[in-house]
């Protein structure tokens, strides 16, 4: 079981977006089963992901939780969105992330 976190300048609601947006695009058949102001969590065959985003003054801390072994397909892939995440504002995200 895989526990991630980063501080990030965006908002939580960005940073759910953006796991919205990123997790469905890396993952085959992955989808949001369950969403809320603060989280969402992500099921699919390569397993299940619950992501929860809180602010702390002017940073945002994501966390993301896994059901699977810290090198799985899963694993890898979540901790590449929370790279996508801009760590200052102002921040761009890498042209080109692997894949």
């Not at 990030?8 to 949001?32: G, H, M, S």
Request: proline share 8%.
């Amino acid at each position: 079981m895989g526990d991630y976190r980063r501080r990030t300048a965006i908002t939580p609601a960005e940073a759910l977006e953006k796991a919205d947006e990123i997790l469905p695009q890396r993952l085959a058949n992955i989808q949001k089963v369950r969403a809320s102001d603060h989280g969402a969590t992500f099921s699919g065959p390569e397993g299940t992901v619950t992501i929860s985003a809180h602010r702390h003054g002017p940073y945002t801390e994501v966390v993301a939780s896994t059901n699977r072994l810290g090198t799985s397909r899963l694993d890898l892939e979540v901790q590449c969105y929370l790279n996508l995440l801009p760590y200052e504002p102002g921040d761009k995200p890498p042209s080109r992330v692997g894949r």
